[in-house]
């Protein structure tokens, strides 16, 4: 009688062993593709946002090269303007030079003598004293005594007339009535005692 009754919760024990058996094959099953399959699909995401990242850095340190170039540029400018200084002061000597040469009145040389080319003779020594020579000919409107440079009084003609003068050796005065309405300038009227500038020794 003994046997009957021990054998029957056995029975119960094994069935129930069995059933926790498949219960825990099951759940290893579900592990195991769970950690496979969940594996592989957080392994992308990762990947895309760790590839996401670095464009935006390499971005921004190729954002932040342009400036640090910018100040290279400035240095050449400031290199091409201190060579402009000294050509600009290159240019302030010459103007001292024409200054002088614009104070001088335009001279016109006429003959009044009997000596053919007096006139022509004396402009030339005229301009290789540094004036200009407006005009050349003859004065045959009346008898002029001694070669002289006429000015119009109260202009610029005076001083310049009188530096004539004294550069060729004639007599400077103010213009007569005969050629007080003629163009501006210098006249300077030779005759034949026309000496002209003193020859270099």
Request: aromatic share 4%; charged share 15%; proline share 12%.
């Amino acid at each position: 009688m003994t046997s009957p009754e021990s054998a029957s919760p056995s029975r119960p024990a094994k069935a129930a062993g069995f059933a926790l058996l498949g219960v825990a094959a099951v759940a290893l099953v579900i592990g195991v593709i769970s950690l496979f399959g969940g594996g592989s699909d957080d392994t992308p995401p990762a990947a895309e946002g760790s590839s996401t990242a670095p464009p935006a850095q390499t971005t921004t340190a190729a954002s932040e090269q342009p400036p640090a170039s910018t100040p290279s540029s400035a240095p050449p400018a400031t290199t091409t303007a201190s060579p402009t200084a000294p050509a600009s002061s290159a240019v302030t000597p010459p103007p001292p030079v024409t200054q002088p040469g614009a104070t001088k009145a335009p001279v016109r040389v006429y003959n009044n003598s009997t000596i053919t080319g007096l006139a022509s003779k004396a402009s030339d020594e005229v301009r290789s004293n540094g004036w200009t020579v407006a005009e050349t000919g003859n004065y045959s409107s009346g008898t002029i005594p001694t070669t002289t440079v006429y000015y119009r009084p109260g202009t610029e003609e005076e001083a310049s007339a009188k530096e004539l003068a004294a550069t060729l050796r004639a007599r400077v005065e103010p213009r007569f009535d005969g050629i007080q309405s003629a163009a501006a300038g210098i006249i300077l009227i030779v005759t034949n005692d026309y000496q002209g500038p003193p020859k270099s020794k």
